[in-house]
């Protein structure tokens, strides 16, 4: 089954840090871009941060630049977001999803169940 | 800091017409934005409909299309059945790799 997997999510103290997991499978990792996207409590979705396919040129919101990164292991089929510096508006349900590509353009076509992250005392 | 809009509600009747628009703060939404929409029910994660203003992926109900209409990316969904009462979320992608969503349109059947 083709599939996104997030872990990671927990109940952290402002100011503290995590590390979210995006597991695929079912198929081939490696040639797509990935994105991370979060939805706070009764919000919409936002955009966190990307990647490209081979871990190069990785963009980011401005509410998270500096405090978060994004990576990838590829031969682990894995996408990762390091979290730093958590503050209580990063309390979200995160999400990884794929990014294709075709002749008419980019698209996000595969989302995960996301993980939930909450940042309080 | 590019703000993408969509209307915060709409109400629909079963079997009724309803369109949702995407609009951008930069100007006119063209093909070169990608406009992609999704579906997402309370407690489930976004669901792809429509990715390059007006493209469908193989689980995409026919009912639902997309265009650009008036400056603006649009999402149109025909003959509305009562579980298509969802939120619909568009995405525009930018250069420099910005991409951004709109803050959703909560489609009420009714």
């Known amino acids: 089954e083709v599939q996104l997997v997030e872990s990671g999510g927990d109940l952290v103290q402002p100011g503290g840090s995590l590390r979210l997991s995006c597991a695929a499978s079912?198929?081939?990792?490696?040639?797509?871009?990935m994105h991370w996207v979060r939805q706070a409590p009764g919000k919409g979705l936002e955009y966190v941060s990307s990647i490209s396919d081979d871990g190069d040129s990785p963009s980011y919101a401005h509410s998270v630049r500096g405090r978060f990164t994004i990576s990838r292991d590829n031969s682990r089929n894995t996408l990762f977001l390091q979290m730093g510096s958590l503050r209580a508006e990063d309390t979200a349900v995160y999400y990884c999803?794929?990014?294709?590509?075709?002749?008419?353009?980019?698209?996000?076509?595969?989302w995960g169940q996301g993980t939930m992250v909450t940042v309080s005392p | 800091q590019i703000v993408v809009t969509q209307e915060p509600s709409l109400t629909v009747s079963p079997g009724g017409t309803v369109t949702l628009t995407c609009a951008s703060s930069t100007g006119a939404v063209t093909s070169v934005h990608y406009p992609n929409w999704f579906q997402q029910k309370p407690g489930q994660a976004p669901r792809s409909l429509i990715y390059?203003?007006?493209n469908k992926h193989s689980w995409t109900p026919a009912r639902f299309s997309g265009s650009l209409l008036g400056g603006k990316a649009a999402l149109t969904v025909s003959g509305v059945q009562p579980e298509d009462e969802a939120d619909y979320y568009c995405l525009l992608y930018y250069s420099g790799g910005n991409v951004v969503f709109g803050g959703g349109t909560k489609l009420t059947v009714l």
């Open positions: 079912g198929f081939t990792f490696s040639p797509y871009a």
């Open positions: 999803a794929r990014e294709d590509s075709d002749s008419s353009g980019y698209y996000i076509d595969l």
């Open positions: 390059s203003t007006r």
